[in-house]
């Protein structure tokens, strides 16, 4: 089935550059099917996601508001021996990334010798001048992180984006493999794969370890926006697999000092939130006044430390782009030690030289707003029109503290079904990283696929797919 | 458990069932049609929906009918609708229910939907749509029992389908008493025995009737139909259990009255209880069916306010003013 296999001059993560697989068991069992089998395991798979309802909502989609999942069933491989350095390097982050935050919102030593420039963080608009003064329990800010990881043509892994808020998409890592093990079986036999199940008991566990000392056994819960929010799928399936409620603002009230939720018997007290709505809509009283989708005072309840939020707010400011060009020194000045996963090279436009070097060059350079995700507001340089670089440059001119510039790079590609053919599409990779009481780094992660040729755009909400992720614990890299 | 997830089991619950009379409603009316004058107002009419349908539509025509109550987004107990509401429900209280319950809800929709995409074949021969509806609702209805714990919730979402049952049953009842009305001499022929049975049929009820009362006499059916113990589509019957799912949810003991809803309950079944089919036909079979209705959405307006009702809560807080819309408890709601 690989046989005409073209790869198309990125780094391919399964074929190599003398065309000889990388993973050959893998190879071998994948070339044990042929195209009409493929095909129709194809189909069975989406069969089964419409079935299962797996699906997300994509905001001014006219076609009802939900989308299945787009998956494609060759897996990425990524040997053991790389995955546990990606794995020490997210560790180190992270540890760092916490240390930062304490340090911002704590006495500031970081800005006060001018290690990060004090005006990009306090410019930041996630910076949250109502955390200041404040600690979350152990000191940990984020509880889960979905750090994006990209490999480049050189086959170097880079980190490319923090995504400390709230980071989706850890739901469709444990629906592939279900979906894998259900539609290839043949293709796992002989393979051992190190595996991603036990999440939601990891992630239950982070919850407890960070709740509030006082609370005796914590009740967790899942705050989500509600059934039109484009990752709903996720926060319903992670609620049901952790066994906790999953609630919406007005299930939550603020009684008695405490956080508490609306049952059929009265009130009952919550100690952690694990939310996933953004900063802005928590609490009316203290960010936005017209958020309906929050909790009047609960940002009150939570600085007295009688509730737990996961993540803490305020971590934006630490995942902001022009703060990540800093992300190498930050790791050197909390823990003297250097970057295990390098940064990709970033043009901080608040900087005027740098900012001079982006406008010159805009034609080569991938340009990004500081505080947006989901690939919005994207600016690729080499193809977008003179019109659209134009606007671009305007935009940059009007405010340089919103924008950072990036080279250009090509991301690896993996074999994935188009037609009925095997042609190489791009991905990048998201683990997921869990903090209480220590670091758990979920082995592999989703991969995205732009299922577009040539495209580099992996968001889901942008024509992306994903696949499942394999760490081989018993196949050598060739 | 939640107030708004009890409210959204229950209401799920209440979406299944009724998409599951309205197939049957219109499966009896295809019955007693063919061989006779097509008669589909009455349909409407039991229904409670006719302003709604005359505003769309205006001619009772069969196929109007059908395309109103099948595949009409704008009827909001549209078999379509109601497997819509369902599904919606079912999606925002997705982790408290069994992945099995979840898969058949969500399949119930997509074969409505997959029947909404050739629509113009099924309203020409509904017979297969509407059995599939039937089915998959069943198929929910036993998931239901060997997949979720039989406990609040559980509970919460048997007291949605009795009600509702109860209430549709009823209507389906009354659906013949319009039928019947004009040509009250037919009372005791053929043709009577031919409509009582199709009625017998589209609750599932013939063979159980037979076992019951042998012959078919339409005071019997009556009977059968409204004051059967053990019969799950009877009236009291699904007074009956409703009650004890309520106590269960209360855990209080059957019939003891500590609340409006208990109060409510009592009655319903105490008259059910004294009641006879004489007294029944008596006051007439139209106006005892209207008045039980009328209980039934009491009972409806009780439990929502003992149970889901978010009413604004009064916080330490002296500065809140903040009222908690409840627009957002209600919005998948609509009532027949």
Redesign the interface.
């Known amino acids: 089935m690989l046989e005409g296999y073209q790869r198309n001059g990125a780094f391919d993560e399964l074929i190599d550059g003398s065309g000889v697989p990388r993973y050959r068991g893998l190879a071998s069992r994948l070339n044990t099917l042929n195209f009409t089998d493929l095909a129709v395991r194809q189909k069975t798979a989406e069969e089964h996601l419409r079935e299962k309802g797996i699906t997300f909502a994509v905001y001014g989609h006219s076609d009802g508001t939900e989308k299945v999942w787009p998956f494609d069933v060759v897996p990425r491989a990524i040997p053991s021996a790389e995955w546990n350095q990606v794995e020490r390097g997210l560790q180190q982050r992270i540890r760092a990334l916490n240390l930062f935050l304490d340090d911002v919102y704590g006495p500031k030593h970081i800005l006060n010798d001018g290690t990060v420039p004090r005006e990009l963080v306090l410019t930041a608009k996630t910076y949250r001048p109502v955390c200041e003064g404040f600690r979350p329990p152990k000191g940990v800010w984020t509880h889960i992180t979905g750090t994006d990881l990209v490999r480049d043509k050189d086959g170097a892994i880079y980190v490319l984006e923090d995504n400390l808020r709230c980071p989706s998409g850890v739901s469709y890592v444990l629906e592939n493999r279900e979906l894998m093990k259900r539609v290839l079986p043949e293709v796992f036999l002989g393979a051992s794969i190190a595996p991603v199940e036990h999440y939601p008991e990891q992630l239950l566990k982070t919850l407890v370890q960070t709740a509030p000392q006082t609370a005796d056994r914590p009740t967790a819960v899942l705050l989500s926006p509600g059934i039109y929010n484009s990752a709903y799928f996720e926060h319903s399936f992670l609620a049901q697999q952790m066994g906790i409620e999953l609630v919406f603002g007005p299930d939550l009230v603020v009684a008695d000092g405490y956080v508490q939720m609306r049952t059929t018997t009265g009130l009952q007290r919550v100690d952690v939130i694990y939310r996933r709505i953004d900063d802005d809509f928590l609490d009316p009283k203290c960010f936005r006044e017209d958020s309906v989708l929050g909790v009047p005072g609960l940002m009150e309840v939570y600085k007295a430390g009688r509730v737990t939020l996961a993540n803490a707010p305020g971590t934006g400011v630490a995942d902001d782009k022009a703060v990540y060009a800093y992300v190498p020194k930050i790791i050197k000045y909390y823990l003297g030690e250097d970057a295990i996963l390098p940064n990709v090279p970033t043009y901080i436009c608040d900087e005027p030289a740098e900012c001079d070097y982006v406008l010159s060059h805009l034609h080569e350079l991938v340009v990004k707003p500081t505080n947006e995700s989901g690939g919005y507001g994207l600016l690729m340089g080499p193809t977008a029109s003179q019109a659209e670089r134009d606007a671009c440059a305007a935009a940059i001119r009007a405010n340089p503290r919103n924008w950072i510039g990036q080279p250009m790079l090509t991301l690896s590609t993996v074999p994935t079904v188009i037609g009925d053919g095997l042609v190489p599409r791009h991905v990048d990779l998201r683990p997921f990283i869990l903090y209480g009481d220590d670091i758990f780094v979920l082995p592999g992660g989703l991969t995205r696929v732009a299922l577009r040729e040539g495209s580099m755009i992996v968001n889901s909400s942008q024509g992306g797919g994903s696949k499942d992720t394999w760490v081989m614990l018993n196949e050598l890299a060739t | ?6 409210n959204c089991i229950y209401w799920m619950n209440r979406y299944i069932e009724r998409a599951e009379n309205v197939a049957r409603f219109v499966d009896v009316n295809q019955s007693i049609s063919l061989g006779g004058t097509p008669q589909w107002a009455p349909l409407v009419y039991a229904s409670g929906d006719e302003e709604l349908f005359s505003k769309h539509y205006g001619e009772f025509s069969t196929e109007n009918v059908l395309r109103f109550l099948l595949f009409d987004e704008q009827n909001p107990n549209s078999i379509l609708s109601c497997a819509k509401y369902a599904r ?1 429900n079912a ?6 229910l069994s ?1 099995s319950l ?2 058949s809800i ?2 119930f929709y ?1 074969r409505v939907r997959d029947g909404m995409a050739h629509s113009d074949a099924v309203l020409q021969n509904p017979h297969q749509f509407l059995e599939r509806v039937k089915r998959s609702s069943h198929q929910v209805i036993g998931v239901t029992e060997a997949t979720l714990s039989h406990g ?1 919730a559980w509970h919460f979402a048997r007291v949605g389908q009795l009600l509702e049952r109860a209430d549709k049953t009823s209507r389906i009842l009354d659906v013949k008493y319009f039928i019947l009305l004009p040509a009250a001499s037919h009372v005791g022929s053929t043709l009577d025995v031919v409509q009582w049975s199709a009625l017998l049929e589209s609750t599932s009820a013939l063979h159980a009737y037979r076992k019951t009362f042998g012959r078919i006499e339409p005071k019997s059916v009556a009977q059968f139909l409204i004051l059967d113990r053990n019969f799950p589509r009877a009236l009291r019957f699904c007074v009956v259990q409703a009650q004890a799912s309520l106590h269960e ?1 209360t855990g209080t003991p059957i019939g003891e009255i500590t609340s409006p809803v208990t109060e409510r309950f009592a009655a319903l079944r105490t008259q059910l209880r004294q009641t006879t089919i004489n007294d029944i036909f008596n006051q007439g079979l139209h106006e005892f069916i209207d008045g039980f209705q009328d209980s039934v959405n009491g009972l409806g307006s009780e439990i929502f306010s003992a ?1 889901f009702d ?1 009413k604004p ?5 002296v500065a ?1 003013d ?1 009222k ?2 409840e627009s ?2 209600s919005q998948t709601q609509t009532q027949s």
């Open positions: 458990m939640l107030s708004r997830v009890a919606e999606r925002t209280i997705r982790e408290i992945v979840w898969e969500n399949r997509l609040e949810i149970f978010t809560i009064e916080t330490t807080d809140s903040q908690i819309s957002s408890f």
